[in-house]
């Protein structure tokens, strides 16, 4: 016991102001790359948030990752001071990531889709969208996930690497949208009073905006009824008022001046020959 603290006591005589220089060395180093890691990252976030096309998440992820591979860095450089030989660390950490890689493929995988995301952005939160079949508001967005919220309020959470790899449909990014209805009227009806009915309701409508024009016109014949299209612009929020009050009104109207919306029908004729 006494050897081993003969020992340690020529050590520190030996070694001990050479370590303490380098343990302050050390501390030096962490503490002037904490304030310059510190800077840089205020400075990545700042010009990021002067580009208003970069979303609060892309710049926190940014800025984040750009942190902590500038600390992994500052260690590498600061532990050989105090004697710690990095090079097996290095290695480690490379086969270590290789396995990590290898078993977490699908979380890799949803990571790069919602940097994609992040990057690209077809979406933002409270866009109207169209996803791998799922119709909702963008509720929540992450680096891994994408929540939607549905209509009828069911919440919905797809893996971001579904999200990218599928078309997306985006009903809120434009400022106007387009209303396309298709009414039908019987063969016996007047096409004119009709398509004068359907445009009077249409140039009545204060939410319609006629300066992108109006369609009315006819666009089939079909079995049993004479078909028109019917197209007008609207602000992408008043959609869905403008599609049903049209869709109301329209009936509403043809039922006062007596046009027929038929019902699908089939004539027979008999031969009272046979």
Do not use: C
């Not at 600390?71 to 490379?94: D, E, T």
């Not at 006629?210 to 089939?220: A, L, N, P, R």
């Not at 078909?227 to 929020?237: A, G, L």
């Amino acid at each position: 016991m006494n050897a081993l603290l003969d020992q340690f006591y020529q050590f520190i005589i030996t070694n001990g102001p050479k370590f303490i220089t380098n343990l302050v060395v050390f501390l030096l180093m962490l503490l002037l790359g904490k304030i310059i890691i510190s800077l840089i990252g205020k400075t990545i976030n700042n010009v990021l948030k002067r580009n208003k096309n970069t979303s609060v998440i892309l710049r926190n992820f940014v800025t984040s990752l750009v942190n902590k591979g500038l600390w992994i860095i500052l260690f590498m450089i600061a532990l050989p001071k105090i004697g710690v030989n990095v090079a097996p660390l290095i290695a480690g950490v490379g086969v270590g990531g290789f396995i990590i890689g290898f078993a977490f493929q699908d979380s890799l995988s949803n990571l790069a889709a919602g940097f994609m995301l992040l990057i690209n952005q077809p979406f933002l939160i409270g866009h109207f969208v169209d996803i791998s079949g799922y119709t909702g508001s963008v509720k929540e967005m992450n680096i891994m996930s994408t929540t939607l919220l549905t209509p009828d309020n069911k919440r919905i959470t797809l893996p971001n690497k579904s999200v990218w790899g599928n078309p997306i449909t985006n009903y809120s990014v434009m400022k106007h949208r387009r209303v396309d209805l298709s009414i039908g009227i019987s063969y016996n009806a007047n096409i004119k009073l009709a398509k004068d009915t359907i445009n009077q309701i249409i140039n009545s409508h204060n939410k319609v905006i006629t300066d992108k024009g109006i369609t009315v016109e006819v666009s089939e014949l079909a079995d049993s009824s004479v078909n028109f299209v019917i197209r007008m612009w609207t602000k992408t929020s008043d959609y869905w008022d403008v599609f049903f009050y049209m869709n109301e009104k329209i009936k509403e109207e043809f039922d006062k001046k007596g046009i027929e919306i038929p019902f699908p029908q089939l004539d027979v004729h008999l031969n009272k020959n046979v």
